[in-house]
């Protein structure tokens, strides 16, 4: 690609690798096709927004007002660069080749399909913008070899976390010998390009990012489109001294130490920033160091969004200064200053950007309606047929008639037609025909809307052979955080592109051992310290898993997840979700937790958790041999996961496998712990223990109880396993360690209402959870907050009270 730099009047030419002249010829027609470009992307902003209005799209953001700093950022873009950014960078997906002005059209209909919309097939709002990392069966393609975009999420700054990811997988794969995989990096020399608005830089997120990646030094741009708004709300109130750069001038790097390269440029002018995007590239991509770029003077001109006009809150001066700067008004005066082009040139590239675009926005309106106009034919055919033989054939007619009149239909008119007329119609012949025809017509449209939440790749979990660990014939004992610590080992010497990082997990091996040693025998890149930063932890794992790795982001404390719940709630689960299959993040997230001491070590808060992460598996071993075994399948699965271990697993005996980074525990496979005639519990983690003591002493009264370890909560017992117990017990209770109403009410309602289990029950379903507040501090703290053995001995007796009074008189 062509790179020039102009200074004012006077212009100066480079080659991206050579310095060579450039024709005047060549570089008017790069400036021309970036000024189309610009002018295109503006003409879908003006018409996406007339397109909401008229009641053809559901909502519109766009990137006007952005354009102009969007092609300077694409000329610096290279093949195996990844952008992290949001909704305003419609140019810069059309400036690198990536969005066509039928598919920003397609996106904005939200037309469910992928071969239309590749950014989502209709499932993000448009203006959330994807490249596809995978083939159509999940397989990686060659990254280094197409210009990507990691799929953009809606909560602002949510884009940061994972940008540091994406940025330092470079660094990995230039530092790290082993790594070397042609699909993922050339040398580590790829950039991870950010963007985000200025008033989103006021999140936690923006400033832990930042932070993270000066610390790291990882070949990071982050450019900030400042406009001075947030919707209505002013810089004044979003960032001190109402400039981003300015406030960040401490991160600044010298001779003595190292930090950014923070660089500001106007946003309305051309060759300032096509100068200032190759400064930065240069920078990061060379030296691995991160540049902020602040573009400033950006303008917004039809506002935030389609909800809302901006003049309620932009005055008059404002408004007339963002049309006399607009970005490519000002081009255009720069283009006419140069002499790079006449009026009539111009003006000939906007005449026929309106003509393309209203061209490309009639074909993706007609390839958006024409099926489902094809399926509404097709039913009213069927649905007339109907009519013809029915009792209620006006009612059903009537209906017809009005299927028939909507202009545009949807497929939600077609099925409410559908389902109501099959109401009518349950006692006659036909009634088989159009039940029929319903089933089949969402069995195909579902898809569209709920693929995808997990892997459908031939690596996803269901493909995991599992496989037990075995043993010696005189197995040595040891503490539970040796047998972990030594699967890490076998791991990291299977799997070069393995890595885990986290607080405490580099020097010392993790606050409980379980990574000793390790960091000197496979380095610090590998096994690694990172600051008290949890979302950026997760942000690291999410963006290097993105890039081929195969990184375990390690959160200290199950009760602090917390801090990166949300980013795994909205990226990580959502991922392959939201790019219909078309990317991935196989991100292990390995955390501690359970009874251990006070309000923040003990917690469980797991019903929040599953509820979270749909799209994560969450897998809560009972022992550390549980754990590794879930560490090895999960190395051989393309799909993210929550290992949750014990807190108070790491001292106690386990026998020492031999086949260390190979035994696999099976994912979403229940363990029967032992067996029992009178009463089914269902538990995970830590509690086993407790149960394990309890139904001994319940043994000694007579009764007897089966455990069963649910091992996997997500997904849960796919095989199951759980009702076959309860159809031989007749009874259930369901104990954890977390809050009334939360896992317990989970387990119950997969149990009950996925099982089938009421079927079998002769006693009320029951659970047996903590008390609502948090886990006291202390042994005494412990046993008036937690379920404890007395609990659940009382629990199952009361059960068997209720059931045989003379056998077990009540206790209270
Ligand atoms: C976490 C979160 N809070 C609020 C919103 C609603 N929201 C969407 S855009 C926006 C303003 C963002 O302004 P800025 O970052 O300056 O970007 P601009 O739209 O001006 O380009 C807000 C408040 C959101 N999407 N996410
Ligand atoms: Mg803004």
Redesign the pocket.
């Known amino acids: 690609m062509i790179k020039f730099v102009i200074r004012t009047t006077h212009l100066v030419m480079t080659g991206t690798e050579t310095k060579q002249a450039l024709s005047f010829t060549d570089f008017k027609a790069e400036v021309l096709n970036d000024y189309k470009t610009a002018v295109t992307s503006r003409e879908c902003s003006l018409l996406g927004r007339r397109e909401v209005l008229t009641g053809k799209a559901k909502f519109g953001?766009f990137g006007d007002g952005?354009e102009v700093p969007q092609l300077a950022m694409a000329k610096a873009f290279k093949n195996g660069d990844f952008r992290s950014g949001?909704?305003?960078d419609q140019t810069f997906m059309m400036a690198i080749g990536q969005l066509t002005i039928q598919q920003f059209f397609a996106g904005l209909y939200g037309h469910a399909s992928l071969e239309a919309d590749p950014m989502s097939a209709g499932r993000q709002m448009g203006g959330h913008f994807a490249t596809h990392s995978l083939d159509e069966n999940g397989n990686w393609k060659n990254l280094t070899q197409q210009k990507n975009s990691s799929a953009d999420i809606?909560?602002?700054?949510?884009q940061m976390p994972r940008l540091l990811g994406l940025a330092q997988a470079s660094k990995i794969y230039r530092n790290v010998s082993g790594t070397n995989n042609p699909n993922f990096s050339v040398n580590g020399n790829e950039i991870a390009w950010g963007t985000?608005?200025?008033?989103?830089?006021?999140?936690g997120l923006f400033f832990e990012t930042i932070n993270a990646a000066g610390v790291l030094q990882v070949p990071m741009v982050i450019s900030v489109?400042?406009?001075?708004?947030?919707?209505s709300?002013h810089a004044r109130h979003?960032t001190t001294k109402e400039s981003i750069s300015e406030i960040l001038k401490g991160f600044q790097r010298d001779e003595n130490t190292k930090g950014y390269e923070i660089i500001t440029a106007k946003g309305w002018d051309y060759p300032e920033l096509v100068a200032a995007y190759e400064r930065a590239s240069h920078i990061a991509r060379t030296e691995h160091v991160p540049v902020l770029m602040h573009v400033y003077q950006?303008t917004?001109p039809q506002g935030?969004?389609t909800s809302g006009s901006h003049e309620r809150y932009k005055n008059a001066d404002r408004l007339q200064w963002e049309g006399e700067f607009d970005c490519i008004g000002q081009m255009k005066k720069w283009m006419l200053e140069n002499n790079l082009a006449s009026d009539d040139e111009l003006e000939a590239i906007e005449k026929q950007a309106k003509v393309d675009v209203l061209e490309a926005k009639k074909a993706a309106w007609s390839a958006y309606q024409d099926p489902i106009k094809q399926d509404r034919t097709e039913f009213i055919t069927l649905l007339n047929s109907i009519a013809a033989q029915s009792d209620n054939k006006v009612f059903i007619e009537k209906y017809s008639n009005e299927l028939a009149a909507i202009k545009e239909p949807i497929r939600k008119d077609i099925l409410v037609v559908a389902r109501k007329v099959l109401r009518l119609i349950v006692k006659e012949a036909s009634k088989s025909t159009l039940s029929a025809w319903i089933t089949s017509y969402i069995q195909k449209i579902q898809p569209s809307y709920s693929s995808h939440l997990y892997s459908q790749s031939d690596k996803n979990i269901d493909s995991i052979t599992a496989e037990e660990a075995q043993y010696g014939d005189t197995p040595a004992e040891a503490d539970g955080r040796v047998i972990i610590r030594n699967n890490f080992d076998a791991l990291f010497t299977k799997y070069p592109e393995a890595m885990v990082f986290g607080e405490d997990c580099g020097g010392i091996g993790d606050v409980n051992q379980g990574l000793e040693g390790l960091q000197e025998k496979f380095g610090d890149f590998r096994v690694c310290d990172a600051g008290i930063r949890e979302a950026t932890i997760l942000g690291q794992g999410i963006g290097m898993a993105m890039r081929g790795l195969r990184p375990i982001a390690e959160i200290q404390y199950l009760d602090y997840l917390l801090y990166a719940l949300q980013i795994m709630s909205d990226d990580l689960a959502t991922l392959q979700y939201r790019t219909a299959g078309r990317q991935k993040a196989p991100l292990i997230i390995r955390t501690r937790g359970h009874r251990l001491e006070g309000i923040w070590h003990s917690g469980s808060p797991m019903g929040m958790i599953i509820n979270a992460l749909k799209g994560i598996h969450v897998l809560v071993p009972r022992n550390m041999t549980k754990a590794a075994g879930f560490y090895n399948a999960l190395m051989e699965a393309d799909e993210p996961a929550l290992v949750i271990e014990c807190l108070n697993g790491y001292r106690l005996k386990e026998k020492m496998p031999v086949n260390l980074g190979d035994f696999k525990t099976p994912i979403g496979v229940v363990e029967t712990l032992k067996t029992g005639k009178d009463i089914t519990i269902v538990s995970y983690g830590s509690t086993l223990r407790i149960i394990e003591q309890a139904a001994k002493e319940l043994l000694e009264t007579g009764i007897d109880a089966e455990i069963i370890d649910v091992q996997s909560l997500q997904p849960f017992d796919l095989n199951h396993d759980i009702v076959k117990s309860v159809a031989k017990t007749n009874r259930l209770l369901v104990v954890d360690e977390d809050v009334p109403g939360g896992a317990s009410a989970y387990i119950l309602q997969q149990i009950i209402d996925v099982q089938d289990a009421y079927k079998h029950l002769d006693s009320k379903p029951d659970t047996l959870a903590a008390k609502e507040h948090r886990p006291a501090y202390g042994t005494d703290g412990d046993y008036f907050s937690k379920p404890s053995a007395e609990d659940i001995y009382e629990k199952v007796y009361a059960i068997m009270h209720e059931a045989k009074p003379n056998e077990y008189p009540q206790l209270y």
């Open positions: 953001i952005k949001y909704y305003r809606s909560p602002t700054a949510g985000i608005g200025n008033a989103s830089t006021s999140e489109w400042d406009d001075e708004y947030g919707i709300v979003q950006l917004q935030h969004s």
